[in-house]
């Protein structure tokens, strides 16, 4: 078993081998999903979800698990549980894995001991999202089977944004120019990448991923109207227009329509903003099974389909 908490935790060879897994589930169709059995995963989401948590229970369903939902408003949190307390209950009562979100940047810290089953980060504040950028990966992999020189413009909320850390820093180690753009007071120099101006990024990017403004996150009320923000850092349809050809749109979700894209662009023909969520449930499921394979299997790399 291994925990998923950080993309850099894990080698490009372990990436690769989620990703080729994942693209396995999506060609096995119904037909090659695992039949029913005993795996107890709960899903212990501290902030609110649709795309990830929905995807992650539709994944464990998909591999025939048993799922546990935990809402943290009918908790024992609300009586002071602390966040160890409760992923040792999930541990007590038989679960064999746990699919963490938590508003705290780094929450898994403190379940590094004492804690013996896999943990799946699913967004940790301001941290990481590692699955999310696996299903990103997939996508782009998906369109331009090579990941190495590639040209990726993440442009927005880059200060407090979990996807453009993950984002930023995988598509980096494989080998993609990395462009960032967004408003100077959520500049986030620790990302690697070039700071450039949003219009620059855009006509030279052959992935445009646009981030959602963490509103839930900012320390302050935002400076600007939403009228404001899409005229200056937004992908307008007059700014879609002037992408490369062959070019894509991307967005973690939810979507703010008018705000950091045109309405319209979320179904045209370059955005992958629906087939990233169809992705997502294919990762999860590969990112599930690669956490709770056996230290024995992880070191031969052997293929769990061929055992179905």
Not at 172 to 190: D, F, H, I, Q, Y
Not at 292 to 304: N, R
Request: net charge negative; aromatic share 6%; with cysteine.
């Amino acid at each position: 078993m291994a925990n998923l908490l950080s993309l850099n935790d894990l080698t490009i060879e372990e990436i690769e081998r989620i990703l080729d897994r994942a693209e396995q589930f999506q060609k096995m169709g119904e037909n090659g999903w695992r039949s029913p059995n005993h795996t107890l995963v709960a899903n212990l989401f501290f902030e609110p979800s649709t795309r990830t948590r929905f995807s992650f229970e539709t994944a464990e369903k998909r591999l025939g698990f048993q799922v546990l939902n935990f809402s943290s408003q009918t908790s024992s949190v609300q009586k002071g549980e602390t966040l160890y307390d409760t992923v040792r209950t999930m541990e007590s009562i038989g679960a064999k894995a746990v699919v963490i979100r938590h508003q705290k940047d780094g929450y898994y810290r403190e379940l590094t001991s004492g804690i013996g089953l896999p943990i799946l980060n699913a967004g940790d504040g301001a941290g990481d999202h590692p699955t999310q950028a696996l299903l990103d990966l997939l996508t782009i992999r998906q369109e331009f089977l090579l990941f190495q020189g590639l040209t990726v413009a993440i442009i927005g909320d880059l200060r407090y944004s979990r996807v453009a850390r993950s984002d930023a820093q995988v598509l980096t180690r494989l080998g993609c120019r990395v462009l960032l753009s967004g408003p100077e007071e959520w500049k986030n120099e620790a990302l690697p990448g070039e700071h450039i101006s949003i219009d620059e990024a855009v006509e030279a990017a052959d992935v445009v991923i646009m981030l959602r403004i963490q509103h839930e996150r900012h320390e302050k009320a935002m400076k600007m109207s939403k009228e404001e923000y899409h005229r200056l850092y937004g992908l307008s349809r007059e700014r879609a227009a002037r992408m490369k050809p062959g070019s894509i749109i991307m967005h973690p979700g939810p979507v703010n329509r008018g705000v950091e894209l045109d309405g319209d662009l979320v179904e045209s023909t370059k955005s992958r903003y629906f087939k990233q969520i169809t992705n997502g449930v294919a990762v999860r499921m590969a990112s599930l099974e690669w956490a709770l394979q056996s230290e024995k299997e992880a070191k031969a790399h052997e293929p769990v389909i061929e055992k179905w």
